[in-house]
């Protein structure tokens, strides 16, 4: 069975998991999804973990927090490592943050990053968690490949947004910021797109590869279709069909998954 590791150190790991089977709370859907695609989420929390699992959910949090924990874990190396193989990787705000090669907004001192994709990412480019907010994203790739509306409901917290990406990254969500609104927090930097003198785009989610990225939580809503484009990430990687053993913390189906932010239907 393939075997999707969810770096679970802090921040929204159990609602990745959940959002295995459909972001739903009934065990018996996430039963079903096992069963359907071979799919099973299980907690990373030690380098060692990453060895048992073909692909990794980085999520959302705080990254700085995050980076400290995973490097009190000697995490980094593996997760680099992980990277450079060319296992599927996504990561969901904190998580884009991990994997951006470049960053700004940092706290003092900065933090460390996994890397590997070619972009700079501003870690609150969005502001606090007062200016957290709902819109919907208009998603052609997405749509195309998985079906559904040309539009995804994109929850935004204290989110991070990618200012400028390398030519090997495919934009897969851009969203409009007003253009005082881009000058104010990126004094010297151009953006992405210009469609007006007004407004500027930012962008929003992303591929590179094996890699993944979001600055919004997809497992906050009840679409399933980011997770089931990641796992088919995950499944077209030779390797992903490894039918070896979980070690660590493993999602136990007979217990409630713990939610402890909103989960929007
Ligand atoms: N929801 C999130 O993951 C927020 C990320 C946050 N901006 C950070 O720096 O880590």
């Given at each position: 069975?393939?075997?999707?590791?969810?770096?679970?150190?802090?921040?929204?790991?159990?609602?990745?998991?959940?959002?295995?089977?459909?972001?739903?709370?009934?065990?018996?859907?996430?039963?079903?999804?096992?069963?359907?695609?071979?799919?099973?989420?299980?907690?990373?929390?030690?380098?060692?973990?990453?060895?048992?699992?073909?692909?990794?959910?980085?999520?959302?949090?705080?990254?700085?927090?995050?980076?400290?924990?995973?490097?009190?874990?000697n995490l980094f190396p593996a997760l680099r490592e992980f990277v450079k193989m060319g296992k599927p990787v996504w990561g969901t705000c904190a998580?884009?943050?991990?994997?951006?090669?470049?960053?700004?907004?940092?706290?003092?001192?900065?933090?460390?990053?996994?890397?590997?994709?070619?972009?700079?990412?501003?870690?609150?480019?969005?502001?606090?968690?007062?200016?957290?907010?709902?819109?919907?994203?208009?998603?052609?790739?997405?749509?195309?490949?998985?079906?559904?509306?040309?539009?995804?409901?994109?929850?935004?917290?204290?989110?991070?947004?990618?200012?400028?990406?390398?030519?090997?990254?495919?934009?897969?969500?851009?969203?409009?910021?007003?253009?005082?609104?881009?000058?104010?927090?990126?004094?010297?930097?151009?953006?992405?797109?210009e469609n007006s003198g007004s407004e500027k785009k930012v962008i929003v989610a992303v591929r590179q590869g094996n890699l993944l990225a979001t600055?919004?939580?997809?497992?906050?809503?009840?679409?399933?279709?980011?997770?089931?484009?990641?796992?088919?990430?995950?499944?077209?990687?030779?390797?992903?069909?490894?039918?070896?053993?979980?070690?660590?913390?493993?999602?136990?189906?007979?217990?409630?998954?713990?939610?402890?932010?909103?989960?929007?239907?």
């Open positions: 069975m393939a075997l999707v590791g969810v770096l679970a150190l802090q921040g929204s790991y159990n609602e990745h998991i959940a959002g295995m089977p459909f972001s739903s709370l009934s065990d018996h859907i996430y039963v079903f999804w096992v069963l359907l695609l071979g799919v099973k989420g299980v907690e990373i929390k030690k380098p060692e973990q990453l060895e048992n699992v073909a692909s990794l959910i980085i999520p959302g949090g705080e990254s700085t927090t995050m980076a400290k924990l995973a490097e009190y874990h998580g884009l943050i991990f994997l951006a090669d470049r960053a700004t907004g940092q706290k003092i001192g900065g933090q460390e990053l996994v890397g590997g994709l070619d972009c700079m990412v501003h870690r609150n480019f969005f502001g606090s968690q007062l200016q957290s907010f709902e819109t919907e994203l208009s998603v052609p790739e997405l749509a195309s490949k998985e079906g559904g509306p040309e539009v995804f409901r994109g929850v935004f917290i204290r989110a991070p947004a990618i200012l400028e990406v390398g030519p090997q990254v495919e934009v897969l969500a851009d969203y409009p910021v007003p253009a005082n609104k881009w000058k104010d927090s990126n004094p010297g930097v151009e953006g992405h797109e600055a919004f939580h997809p497992e906050l809503t009840a679409d399933t279709r980011w997770h089931s484009y990641f796992l088919k990430m995950a499944t077209e990687t030779e390797g992903a069909s490894s039918s070896v053993v979980a070690v660590g913390a493993d999602l136990d189906l007979n217990q409630p998954t713990k939610i402890d932010l909103p989960v929007f239907l």
